[in-house]
């Protein structure tokens, strides 16, 4: 029977304390020279932890997992910082994990995860919550689920329906009524939409919906609408309107006198694009902040203390008034 690869072996084999290797498992301080005698030891040796049994000892491993789709958003990136910057002030560590925009590549990491001892998770834009049920339960995980709705377990996401009733009156103001609406087909941007219909309650609003997966779709999809006599392009994110404003740029429509654009998403890209994207912006930092509180909270048993968040809407030159 092969022998199982202890910390003491470890100790021995690279003649250092048991206390070292303990720190180092553990990210606690050890000297450069120690870290890599421990690191060389622990390939040669095969040497595998415990992350049941060293999670059952220390009940605390200051450590937050965060599961990513490696397929992020641009806005993504701004909550990541606040994540970070919110980590470091309660003194956690983050482990941020990608996976393939699949439900599996999601539940591997979460399972790698769970294994390494992290104290809470949280899952930034699941792709399908209801299908990780099964995993969370069984585990016992403390998860939170961000920007995305789930019965089973905490969520946090922003008010989309906020969101999309500030796009609604803008346009309402300057007597916009035949749109169509680029959506994604999720709950977030279902909020939006039942958003930006309410602006309109009482009055003369045509909105029509077309389901779009990538921003190839988009370009296609101006072929087909470009002809119907739309005032106003409303896309659930910024890539898309810059696909659709790119196609209107090559046949020679131009934005905003024979059509406006608008969006939900990143401050800067829509500054950069041409023209610039009118958008509601999102507190994204703050909302990463408030994520890692919650976590945070949720592992020790406390009422979470908020950062403020507040939306607004962005003005740019991609929408004019209708003639």
């Not at 997992?65 to 990136?77: F, K, L, M, T, Y």
């Not at 039942?194 to 003369?204: E, S």
């Not at 059509?259 to 507190?283: N, R």
Request: one cysteine or more.
């Amino acid at each position: 029977m092969k022998h199982k690869v202890t910390i003491e072996d470890v100790a021995k084999y690279c003649h250092v304390s048991k206390s070292s290797v303990s720190r180092y498992l553990n990210h606690g301080y050890v000297s450069q020279e120690h870290k890599e005698k421990i690191s060389r030891a622990i390939n040669e040796l095969g040497f595998e932890r415990d992350y049941h049994a060293s999670r059952l000892r220390a009940r605390n491993s200051r450590m937050i997992g965060v599961i990513v789709n490696r397929n992020h958003q641009a806005d993504q990136e701004r909550i990541l910082v606040g994540m970070q910057r919110h980590l470091q002030s309660l003194e956690y560590q983050g482990n941020v994990l990608f996976h393939d925009d699949s439900v599996e590549g999601e539940a591997q990491c979460l399972r790698q995860l769970l294994r390494q001892g992290a104290d809470g998770v949280v899952l930034l834009d699941s792709r399908d919550p209801k299908r990780l049920q099964e995993l969370v339960l069984t585990q016992h995980a403390k998860v939170l689920f961000a920007r995305s709705v789930c019965d089973y377990a905490p969520y946090l996401a922003p008010d989309e329906r906020m969101a999309g009733y500030l796009l609604g009156q803008y346009f309402k103001e300057r007597q916009f009524h035949r749109f169509v609406y680029l959506q994604k087909q999720d709950s977030m941007s279902e909020k939006r939409r039942m958003g930006f219909l309410q602006a309109y309650a009482g009055m003369k609003c045509e909105l029509v919906v077309h389901f779009i997966h990538g921003a190839a779709d988009v370009y296609d999809m101006m072929k087909e609408l470009i002809s119907k006599g739309y005032e106003g392009v409303i896309c659930d994110c910024v890539q898309w309107a810059m696909a659709a404003m790119k196609y209107c740029h090559e046949v020679h429509i131009h934005i905003p006198q024979n059509l406006s654009f608008a969006c939900f998403g990143d401050e800067v890209l829509c500054q950069y694009s041409y023209p610039s994207l009118t958008t509601i912006v999102y507190p994204n930092e703050a909302f990463g902040v408030n994520l890692i509180e919650e976590i945070a909270a949720i592992h020790e048993s406390r009422a979470p203390q908020w950062e403020t968040m507040t939306m607004r809407l962005m003005e740019g030159e991609s929408v004019g008034f209708v003639r």
